[in-house]
């Protein structure tokens, strides 16, 4: 039972153009999202995140979008820079009272043309 | 570089072993967490140590056993080992909020 999908195994996206990664969740009590991005042979580094009080968190390049009553987020990334190209994880924080390890989405592997 | 070590990077062993995976988390974190990541699974949580003391408990065997040490450094004890455990064994820590810190991981590989 995945609480955290992010359907699109693969994206293409011409270099400075938009990447939109999308991400869906099940479990209605998860109360803080965070993307991360991981480069093969190193581990998940943590980009942007955002709490289920909000919907817009804005780092630079970054912005990700929360709509909570779709149990919905995504992660835009414009423009789309080379060096993007990794694999983009999706994770939830669990409710308080829970365990403390996030839940992760399978991954969006984000390829960006020049 | 996240501040997270992890040691070995690579690991090579066969089938009912026993392997000790080592983290040491950044400077100042009290959180330590295992995760595991299968090649058709996502990352999975494991286990979180939070200053010596086991948290919380994840999707962990029972074949599978961690401590957090005095010093704050993590290991992660897998045993009786089957080819499904072949993995990439990620060690991540936190200062108390939500943002985790991942080391560079441990491929574990079971023959």
């Known amino acids: 039972d995945q609480q955290v999908k992010q359907n699109s195994p693969s994206l293409s996206v011409q270099e400075g153009r938009i990447s939109i990664l999308n991400c869906d969740y099940t479990?209605?009590?998860?109360?803080?999202f965070l993307w991360y991005k991981k480069y093969p042979a190193e581990g998940p580094t943590f980009l942007i995140s955002i709490s289920s009080i909000k919907d817009k968190n804005e780092d630079g390049r970054f912005t990700v979008f929360l709509n909570k009553s779709a149990k919905h987020l995504s992660l835009h990334i414009v423009p789309s820079q080379p060096g993007d190209s990794a694999v983009y994880f999706c994770a939830a924080s669990p409710p308080v009272g829970g365990a403390d390890g996030l839940t992760f989405g399978k991954g969006t592997h984000l390829i960006i043309q020049p | 570089d996240s501040g997270v070590t992890q040691t070995p990077k690579h690991l090579i062993t066969a089938t009912g072993q026993r392997v000790t995976l080592r983290c040491s988390p950044r400077?100042?974190?009290?959180?330590v967490y295992w995760y595991q990541q299968s090649l058709d699974q996502g990352l999975q949580f494991l286990i979180q140590?939070?200053?010596?003391?086991?948290?919380a408990k994840g999707n962990i065997l029972e074949r599978f056993s961690a401590q957090q040490f005095p010093d704050l450094h993590s290991e992660l004890n897998l045993s009786s080992l089957e080819l499904g455990d072949s993995a990439l064994y990620f060690c991540?820590?936190?200062?108390?909020?939500?943002?985790?810190?991942f080391g560079p991981g441990t491929r574990l590989t079971v023959l």
């Open positions: 991540a820590s936190s200062a108390g909020g939500d943002e985790q810190f």
């Open positions: 400077s100042g974190d009290l959180s």
């Open positions: 479990n209605s009590m998860f109360d803080y």
């Open positions: 140590y939070y200053n010596g003391e086991e948290r």
